[in-house]
Nanobody, 114 residues
Framework: QVHLVESGGGSVQSGGSLRLACAVS????????MGWWRQAPGKQRELVAR???????LYTDSVKGRFTISRDNDRRMMYLQMNGLKPEDTGIYYC????????WGQGTQVTVSS
């Protein structure tokens, strides 16, 4: 069974930065297209950033230019550097593959105050 453990969330003011990390316990991690998902209060979970096996990245428009997703296949880790945070970035952040069909972890809470 795959385990996903997110960390690095916290409370920051608008304009601040956070770096999220995700540990993935799967032996063939390098073969997965992975992503960071966000669930804002009262909204459905959405995929905000994805990183392909070769390192190519894609972002949803709302985070483009502010967030950077990366992966370390040797360590089976994934990261999300978040700069220029806005109150609308508030939510619980999860890592998963882009299909969202691994077992979900607990997520990590990000709260941005204005």
């Amino acid at each position: 069974q795959v385990h996903l453990v997110e960390s690095g969330g916290g409370s920051v003011q608008s304009g601040g930065s956070l770096r999220l990390a995700c540990a993935v316990s799967v032996t063939n991690f390098a073969t997965y297209v992975m992503g960071w998902w966000r669930q804002a209060p009262g909204k459905q979970r959405e995929l905000v950033a994805r990183v392909f096996t070769g390192g190519y990245t894609l972002y949803t428009d709302s985070v483009k230019g502010r967030f950077t997703i990366s992966r370390d296949n040797d360590r089976r880790m994934m990261y999300l550097q978040m700069n220029g945070l806005k109150p609308e970035d508030t939510g619980i952040y999860y890592c998963n593959n882009v299909r969202g069909d691994m077992s979900w972890g607990q997520g990590t809470q990000v709260t941005v105050s204005s």
